[in-house]
């Protein structure tokens, strides 16, 4: 029961590289999102998708950008990785006005 | 926007006692309270949810009850067993066409068999 795939599940960057994380969805649905989970800070909002062509900022934005490249795939992209960027990085579908699924995770490390 | 507060951060109970997790929220619009499990490097997956128009719910040994009027919600295991170990999240999601959750910081759930 694939729902959101994520891709890679694990990176090591050096600070300043650049890498984008994949996520595909299974269905058709028209939000995704892309949060970061730290330590005691929960999951909070990098990016949102509510539909096919457009992207809107969450909380926590700076340093990344987005691509919906299509319905099903949502990018999440670090132009220049920061070590404050470790982070694991969960993708998610939405599923009807309610309801969310969660993709396995990147586990991002930036040295 | 929507502020969620989790409280405890972390929870230690013995096996069989309950265990209460509990969450406020700001956004007096929010209507829809999902609760997320989350064990030890895997994805968060639901466990419970509750609506607006409804104060409490039950699964089994998950209850989930809300006050709207205080803005506050619960998340309620009884008869807790190792397998609960796990982190929980609470989150509130708005009707403001975007659907979007704000998630609580977590709890961290022991239980010691």
């Known amino acids: 029961n694939a729902g959101v795939t994520q891709t890679p599940k694990f990176q090591v960057l050096k600070t300043g590289q650049s890498m984008t994380l994949q996520c595909a969805q299974d269905?058709?649905?028209?939000?995704m999102y892309w949060y970061r989970q730290d330590p005691g800070m929960g999951l909070r909002l990098i990016y949102y998708?509510?539909?096919?062509?457009?992207?809107d900022k969450g909380e926590v934005p700076n340093g990344y950008n987005v691509s919906r490249l299509n319905k099903r795939e949502f990018s999440l992209r670090l132009e220049s990785a920061a070590p404050s960027q470790t982070s694991v990085y969960f993708c998610?579908?939405?599923?009807?006005?309610?309801?969310?699924?969660f993709g396995s995770g990147t586990r991002l490390t930036v040295v | 926007g929507e502020n969620v507060e989790q409280h405890p951060s972390t929870l230690s109970v013995q096996e069989g006692d309950s265990a209460v997790i509990k969450c406020t929220y700001s956004?007096?619009?929010?209507?829809?309270f999902p609760w997320y499990k989350q064990e030890l490097g895997k994805r968060p997956q639901l466990i419970i949810d509750?609506?607006?128009?409804?104060g409490e719910k039950k699964d089994q040994r998950i209850a989930v009850t809300l006050n709207k009027t205080a803005k506050h919600f619960s998340l309620h295991i009884t008869e807790t067993q190792p397998e609960d170990s796990a982190v929980y999240f609470c989150?509130?999601?708005?009707?403001?066409?975007?659907?979007?959750?704000?998630f609580g910081r977590g709890t961290s759930l022991i239980v010691h068999p």
């Open positions: 998610a579908r939405g599923d009807g006005p309610y309801g969310y699924t």
């Open positions: 509750i609506r607006s128009n409804v």
């Open positions: 956004d007096s619009a929010s209507n829809y």
């Open positions: 989150a509130a999601v708005g009707a403001g066409g975007s659907y979007i959750p704000t």
């Open positions: 998708s509510a539909s096919e062509g457009t992207t």
């Open positions: 269905m058709n649905h028209n939000s």
